[in-house]
């Protein structure tokens, strides 16, 4: 079936690791994205790539990185200038970035730091 | 700049009785609006959406919403809640980018 796969869906991390999350999509999805999700605060986006070798930073983008070498894959590291990185992440992604496009998304990933 | 309100961040419903969770937005132009759910530990599933047309929208699991212009709101609704229906439950406007509203978590009395 198709549909969007985050790895791991649960990781821990000591402080001052960086740490990546996998994300891969078999929908043929153009736009891919990645939010954050803590309690009560909804989501919030950290990146979003429009086509593969570009991407553009969203509201919280300070201490992630992300890369898009292939259509299928968008990869965000958690690098350890984020100062609070605990948190549920979640990766999107939607056929065009077009205004009625709706997001899929995947299962999410949980980042705990020790 | 668009934004979404999300009135309530808990609400309560009886099993059987009127579910209504409430958002407002805000948009420079004609939105393109959206009701995700997330059950825990999981990602969001599209319920329904309005872009275009007809203001009453059908979504899954028997929920509807309803766009009024003048209002500047998306209400969602199901007639009769069930035990299964506990969730969260997030609005989201699109303009240039999707901005979601920070969640209703939806608890159901037996």
């Known amino acids: 079936d198709g549909g969007i796969t985050q790895s791991p869906k649960y990781l821990f991390r000591k402080e001052g690791q960086n740490v990546t999350l996998s994300c891969e999509q078999n929908l043929n999805h153009d736009a891919m994205y990645w939010y954050r999700q803590d309690p009560g605060q909804g989501l919030r986006l950290i990146y979003y790539?429009?086509?593969?070798?570009?991407?553009q930073k969203g509201d919280i983008a300070e201490g992630y990185s992300v890369s898009r070498e292939k259509k299928e894959s968008f990869p965000l590291t958690v690098t350890s200038a984020q100062k609070n990185p605990t948190a549920f992440y979640l990766c999107?992604?939607?056929?065009?970035?077009?205004?009625?496009?709706?997001?899929?998304f995947g299962e999410g990933s949980r980042l705990t730091v020790l | 700049a668009q934004s979404v309100t999300q009135l309530g961040s808990h609400v309560s419903v009886s099993e059987g009785a009127l579910v209504l969770l409430r958002c407002n937005y805000s948009?420079?132009?004609?939105?393109?609006l959206f009701w995700y759910v997330q059950y825990p530990n999981q990602g969001l599933q599209l319920l329904l959406k309005y872009t275009t047309g007809a203001t009453l929208v059908k979504g899954i699991n028997g929920f509807e919403a309803e766009f009024k212009k003048s209002e500047t709101s998306f209400h969602l609704t199901k007639p009769s809640a069930h035990m299964s229906d506990a969730a969260e439950y997030f609005c989201a406007v699109r303009d240039d980018k999707i901005i979601f509203g920070k969640g209703t978590r939806l608890h159901i009395l037996p």
């Open positions: 999107a992604s939607s056929s065009f970035v077009g205004d009625t496009a709706e997001l899929f």
């Open positions: 948009s420079s132009v004609p939105p393109y």
């Open positions: 790539s429009q086509i593969v070798n570009d991407f």
